[in-house]
C-alpha cells in the first residue's frame, strides 16, 4: 500500500459547484498533513495546513480523520481559476520528511 | 521579496554530460530539499539538507549529488550515472529543520532534457 494515495481524477466540475477530495495515509504515526496547489507546469504551493480541529481559508476547508486516516479538501462555489492539481502532503513523526501524494486533477468549466 | 530561485528554467544536456542545477533561498531557511517529478507522478525527494555542511539521501538519490557549503544555496549535480535524468527539478525549503514542519516554498523548478 502507498504512503499517501489520492484519487488522480479528473474531477470535472462547472463554476459554482462543490467539490471535495480524499487523501488516504498508511502511517498510524504522520503527523502533519497538508494541501498544496500545483498548477500546469509550475512549481507546488502551500493552500493550507490541515489540523485536527479542521481548518477553514475562505472556500476552502480541509479536514483530518485520523480514525479512518484521511484527510479532505472541500471546496466551494468552484471558480474557473481553481483548475489545478491539488497535492497531499502527509509528514510522519520520526523523519519529520512529507510524503507527497499524486495529486488529484480539477477542471471547472463554464 | 524573499524567496527561492532556481536557474536555469529549461536545460539540455546531453548523454554522458554532467550538470548542476542551482537553487538559492534568501529566506534564512535552515533546510533545503531537492525532488524530482515526471509526468503524472508525485514528487519523489533526492536529497535533503537540515543544516550547513549537512545532507542525506532521499528515497532516489543515485546519479546526484549535492553540497551544502552556504546556508542559501544548495546546488544539485545530475551525473551521468543517473540513467532517467528528463524531469522537473524542483528545490524547496523550511523554516524549521527538526520539527514537523513541511517545505513551504518551492523555486520555480528546472525542466532537465537528455538529448
Known amino acids: 500500500r502507498k504512503e499517501v494515495e489520492q484519487d488522480p481524477g479528473p474531477f470535472n466540475v462547472p463554476e459554482g459547484a462543490t467539490v471535495a477530495f480524499n487523501c488516504t495515509y498508511s502511517?498510524?504515526?504522520?503527523?502533519?498533513f497538508f494541501w498544496y496547489r500545483q498548477d500546469c507546469r509550475k512549481e507546488p504551493k502551500l493552500l493550507m495546513s490541515v489540523y485536527s480541529s479542521g481548518n477553514e481559508d475562505g472556500r476552502f476547508t480541509a479536514q483530518l480523520n485520523r480514525a479512518s486516516q484521511y484527510i479532505s479538501l472541500l471546496i466551494r462555489d468552484s471558480k474557473l481559476s481553481d483548475s489545478a492539481t491539488y497535492l497531499c502532503?502527509?509528514?510522519?513523526?520520526?523523519?519529520?520528511?512529507?510524503?507527497f501524494g499524486r495529486g488529484t486533477s480539477l477542471i471547472v468549466h463554464p | 521579496d524573499g524567496g527561492i530561485t532556481q536557474s536555469p528554467k529549461y536545460l539540455f544536456r546531453k548523454e554522458g554530460q554532467n550538470v548542476t542545477l542551482s537553487c538559492e533561498q534568501n529566506l534564512n531557511h535552515d533546510a533545503m530539499y531537492w525532488y524530482r517529478q515526471d509526468p503524472g507522478q508525485g514528487l519523489r525527494l533526492i536529497y535533503y539538507s537540515q543544516i550547513v555542511n549537512d545532507f542525506q539521501k532521499g528515497d532516489i538519490a543515485e546519479g546526484y549529488s549535492v553540497s551544502r557549503e552556504k546556508k542559501e544555496s544548495f546546488p544539485l549535480t545530475v551525473t551521468s550515472a543517473q540513467k532517467n535524468p528528463t524531469a522537473f527539478y524542483l528545490c524547496?525549503?523550511?523554516?524549521?529543520?527538526?520539527?514537523?514542519?513541511?517545505?513551504?516554498?518551492f523555486g520555480p523548478g528546472t525542466r532537465l532534457t537528455v538529448l
Open positions: 502511517n498510524s504515526a504522520s503527523q502533519s
Open positions: 502532503v502527509v509528514t510522519t513523526g520520526g523523519s519529520y520528511i512529507p510524503t
Open positions: 524547496a525549503s523550511s523554516i524549521d529543520s527538526g520539527g514537523t514542519d513541511s517545505p513551504r516554498f
